[in-house]
């Protein structure tokens, strides 16, 4: 257990509204990544963070802004929701002091888009 | 483009017997491998991992065997279990910056009792 919580667990928007998901993990990790998951598709990169306000884009940040002000928190906000976001969105982390290390993941937020 | 290929959707396997899983990858650039269980409503669980200075990774009924020229890892699970039914997931990483890992499409292994 990597110590990594999500929340909401489940949320329906409908197109257009804001959506902010949130990564919450108890273990000083440096090192947090956001995905989504999709059939056909696998897991894709959505944004990563290496650190308090350090963050980066990764395969499909297109839609998707983060924010992580405090060690312990990984926002993942959707400015304007779309359908084609609908999807799993996981939360991962690192547990060695790199990012060169085996990641952990939480137990995933489904949101639905109308 | 799909970095990370595994090709056989699903795979049914009779318990007892040995479950086969594979993995093609392009990137020449990956070094590192890893598998991750997924059971339903559940976040990916690590399960097994190789650097690409091996070429074989052993951890109780799991082995991971790598193929660098091929371009090709596999799972191994010996003996099969019903409790090994999931899907699987293969990943890949290039160990730069921050170790992004790139995910294959996933294999549904059903252990048939």
């Not at chain 1, 998901?21 to 989504?36: A, I, S, V």
């Not at chain 2, 193929?67 to 090994?84: E, F």
Request: glycine share 8%; hydrophobic share 30%.
């Amino acid at each position: 257990d990597a110590g990594i919580t999500q929340s909401p667990r489940h949320k329906v928007t409908e197109t257009g509204t804001p959506v902010t998901l949130r990564c919450h993990q108890t273990e000083n990790h440096r090192y947090m990544y956001w995905y989504r998951q999709d059939p056909g598709h696998g897991l894709r990169l959505i944004h990563y963070s290496y650190g308090v306000k350090d963050t980066d884009k990764g395969e499909v940040s297109d839609g998707y802004s983060v924010s992580r002000s405090k060690t312990e928190d990984f926002l993942l906000t959707l400015e304007s929701a779309t359908s084609s976001q609908t999807s799993v969105y996981f939360c991962a982390i690192t547990q060695g002091a790199s990012g060169a290390d085996t990641q952990y993941f939480g137990p995933g937020t489904r949101l639905t888009v109308l | 483009d799909q970095q990370v290929k595994q090709n056989s959707p699903s795979l049914s396997v009779q318990e007892g017997r040995i479950s086969i899983l594979n993995c093609d990858y392009t990137n020449s650039m990956f070094d590192y491998f890893l598998w991750y269980k997924k059971y339903p409503a559940e976040g990916p669980t690590f399960l097994i991992s190789i650097s690409s200075i091996k070429d074989k990774n052993e951890d109780g009924r799991f082995t991971v065997f790598l193929n660098k020229s091929a371009k090709h890892l596999s799972l191994h699970i010996v003996p099969s279990q019903p409790g090994d039914s999931a899907v699987y997931f293969c990943a890949a990483s290039d160990k730069t910056g921050a170790n992004n890992l790139f995910f294959g499409t996933g294999t549904r292994l059903t252990v048939i009792p």
